[in-house]
């Protein structure tokens, strides 16, 4: 079966550090994978997404970047972290047959 | 731009009591709808989602939504609900033929469901 694996969990980072989030999925070839950010009263926020390697589309202009480095591996990063990045960060699988997502656990980013 | 709109921030009820949470999108062309839930220390789940044929769609825990085409609304409701359905609720859009499967989501509804 298809699983999808998000970490770390919680991550505190200080203002102007660097950020890695890593995102990989199980059980399925050539994924479509997204990144999502949920911010409080503003729902899910598409950030990126890719439909192969080395393939980024970026929804909204940010601090943030993506890269996929393999076909299963999504990896969401910043050079230098800002306050407004605080957020819980959502990795997603959308299956092309049906369309439904799947979604890893999140982290919840503090940056202090 | 596309975007989907839930008309409340917070819902709060009592067991029992019926459920309808709003849902209106912007986008002239075809869609696939989707609701999505997310209980307390959850993943985010399907519920239920409309492709096309019976705009009556039927998810799990007896959850049902209607897609009115001419109204751009996929409303979600719930005859009598539980306190387990205490969630947040997300309302998702996926413009046919658009960008591999893109999903734009509404901002959510809180349900609170009182015993």
């Known amino acids: 079966s298809q699983t999808i694996h998000q970490w770390p969990a919680t991550l505190v980072q200080p203002v102007g550090s660097p950020l890695s989030l890593e995102c990989t999925v199980e059980?399925?070839?050539?994924?479509?994978l997204y990144w999502y950010r949920q911010a409080a009263g503003r729902g899910l926020q598409l950030l990126f997404y890719?439909?192969?390697?080395?393939?980024i589309s970026s929804e909204v202009p940010q601090n943030l970047s993506a890269s996929r480095p393999q076909d299963r591996q999504f990896i969401l990063s910043s050079k230098k972290l800002l306050l407004s990045d605080s957020g819980f960060y959502l990795c997603?699988?959308?299956?092309?047959?049906?369309?439904?997502?799947?979604f890893g656990q999140g982290t919840r980013l503090t940056v202090v | 731009a596309q975007s989907v709109s839930q008309h409340n921030h917070h819902v709060i009820l009592s067991e029992a009591a019926s459920l309808e949470l709003g849902c209106n999108y912007s986008y002239g062309g075809t869609v696939n709808l989707f609701w999505y839930v997310q209980y307390p220390g959850q993943h985010l789940q399907l519920l239920l989602k409309?492709?096309?044929?019976?705009?009556l769609v039927k998810g799990i825990k007896g959850f049902e939504a209607e897609f009115i085409k001419s109204k751009f609304s996929f409303n979600l409701r719930k005859p009598s609900v539980q306190w387990s359905d205490t969630a947040e609720y997300f309302c998702?859009?996926?413009?046919?033929?658009?960008?591999?499967?893109?999903?734009?989501f509404g901002k959510g509804t809180k349900l609170s469901v009182k015993p």
């Open positions: 890719s439909v192969g390697i080395g393939q």
């Open positions: 997603a699988w959308i299956s092309g047959g049906n369309t439904e997502a799947f």
């Open positions: 409309y492709f096309s044929g019976d705009p």
């Open positions: 998702a859009v996926e413009l046919y033929g658009g960008s591999q499967g893109n999903l734009i």
């Open positions: 059980g399925t070839s050539n994924p479509n």
